[in-house]
């Protein structure tokens, strides 16, 4: 079925260093969501994408939708070691969401 | 405070034996979701309810059937639960066409 590339699948960095990852998709998506799942829970949304080129921020975290709605990018500013587990984009269509693979994010202190 | 419940956090069932998840919400969307999500992967939707109408995914097996008897509550029931089936469920709501929220899903061994 249809899906999101997501990249990179699994990241390791040092505590504080700023990270960063992407989505891309050959299908148009009118809204576009990064969410965040830690082990034994559900996803938590982190920031909901409407516009095109729009360009977000919630704390540390920013995100962008890019201006052909096909792809968007995550920042993670100044890591600590809560933001370790797994990013999940998804692009929002007809109630339904599609999701890239998802990227592990691993933090040494 | 938590607003997509989901009941049990863990369930371990009997190969074949049915078994019933829930799922509660007190936000009042009107669209319910029920996904699989298996180790290391993207949840896999398996049908969600738009108000009271059922929308099936094509790939969802027969063995998976759901229950909306009202807006705040969804069930997802396997009928013959196989070991393939062992997984973290997931539900989420929306009010369409808004993001959706999860809950912290149930995770189902299969002995």
């Known amino acids: 079925g249809q899906q999101l590339n997501q990249s990179p699948q699994s990241m390791f960095i040092q505590e504080g260093e700023d990270v960063s990852m992407n989505c891309t998709s050959s299908s148009i998506f009118n809204t576009w969501l990064w969410y965040k799942q830690d082990p034994g829970e559900g996803p938590v949304l982190l920031i909901a994408?409407?516009?095109?080129?729009e360009l977000t921020s919630n704390g540390r975290l920013t995100a962008q939708f890019g201006i052909t709605r096909k792809d968007s990018f995550l920042k993670i500013s100044a890591s600590i070691p809560s933001d370790v587990g797994i990013y999940f984009c998804?692009?929002?269509?007809?109630?339904?969401?599609?999701f890239g693979q998802g990227t592990r994010l691993t933090i040494n202190p | 405070d938590a607003m997509v419940i989901q009941n049990p956090r863990y369930q371990v069932t009997q190969f074949g034996k049915p078994v019933t998840l829930s799922c509660s919400q007190t936000l009042n969307h009107n669209v319910m979701y029920w996904y699989q999500q298996k180790s290391s992967q993207a949840p896999k939707l398996l049908f969600h309810y738009y108000d009271k109408d059922f929308n099936n995914e094509a790939d969802t097996p027969d063995n998976f059937q759901s229950r909306r008897p009202n807006t705040s509550f969804c069930f997802l029931d396997i009928r013959s639960p196989g070991l393939g089936d062992a997984a973290m469920y997931l539900c989420?709501?929306?009010?369409?066409?808004?993001?959706?929220?999860f809950g912290d899903g149930t995770r189902l061994s299969i002995l």
């Open positions: 998804a692009g929002l269509g007809a109630q339904k969401l599609v």
């Open positions: 994408l409407y516009k095109a080129g």
């Open positions: 989420a709501t929306s009010s369409s066409p808004r993001p959706q929220h």
